[in-house]
């Protein structure tokens, strides 16, 4: 193949992934406001093609059904929540105050509306293994803390803190409610003492967590 006829072939191509990825971000948007519009009832592809203004053959050539579609939206979510609480623990100077921070920024989520409308829609259509598929990469940034930390079995208290921290979340998904800053502080300090017994947080911490109460603008927003 002549390096023209190459160069012809690459650009032929590049054409395609552009209208490719931009039919699939069609589809992924759409989903959103159907998620959001329907909530906490599941969405049908039907509406979601609709809504997108494309094909059922467009849909399944890029997702082989409505779950595939849903764990590509909350997958994007995650990997944007993950962004913003690494930006916030990279803030702290001591692995505890990382984890606090991670608390804080986790549970703040819940205040974002669209995240939280496409939470509930998705949270009783999988198996807890497929959550924690989906939730890897929150779980990595509070273990990497944990183990800082110097605590004698990381693992353990990770999970610990991690099942505790995404059970509240849930619970206030479901009943469509948010923690209180007394909800907030009393989670931190028991985490932060799960993880060392030794160490109780300092009111100073304590402080630091409700002085942050107010920064709900600088959490992440999930892509239109």
């Known amino acids: 193949m002549t390096s023209r006829v190459a160069a012809a072939v690459a650009r032929a191509l590049d054409a395609r992934q552009r209208e490719a990825t931009e039919e699939v971000e069609r589809i992924l948007r759409a989903a959103l406001v159907v998620m959001e519009r329907v909530s ?32 590509a939206v909350l997958e994007r979510g995650v990997s944007l929540v993950a962004s913003y609480l690494e930006h916030e623990m990279a803030k702290e100077t001591t692995p505890l105050a990382a984890v606090a921070r991670w608390i804080e920024g986790t549970l703040a989520q819940i205040g974002e509306a669209q995240l939280m409308n496409v939470t509930r829609a998705a949270i009783n259509q999988f198996t807890p293994s497929r959550d924690n598929e989906i939730t890897q990469p929150l779980r990595r940034l509070l273990e990497e803390q944990v183990a800082a930390a110097g605590c004698d079995n ?28 007394a909800e907030v502080d009393h989670l931190v300090r028991f985490c932060l003492t799960a993880i060392d017994p030794e160490v109780t947080p300092s009111p100073t911490a304590v402080a630091r967590t409700r002085r942050r109460r107010g920064s709900a603008a600088r959490r992440p927003r999930t892509k239109r």
């Open 40 to 71: 906490p009832a599941p969405p049908r592809v039907s509406d979601i093609v609709a809504e997108a203004g494309t094909s059922n053959a467009a849909f399944y050539r890029y997702f082989s059904g409505k779950d595939d579609l849903i764990l």
């Open 154 to 181: 990381p693992e353990l208290a990770t999970d610990a803190v991690f099942a505790t921290v995404l059970g509240t979340l849930r619970r206030h998904v479901e009943e469509a409610t948010r923690p209180t800053p």
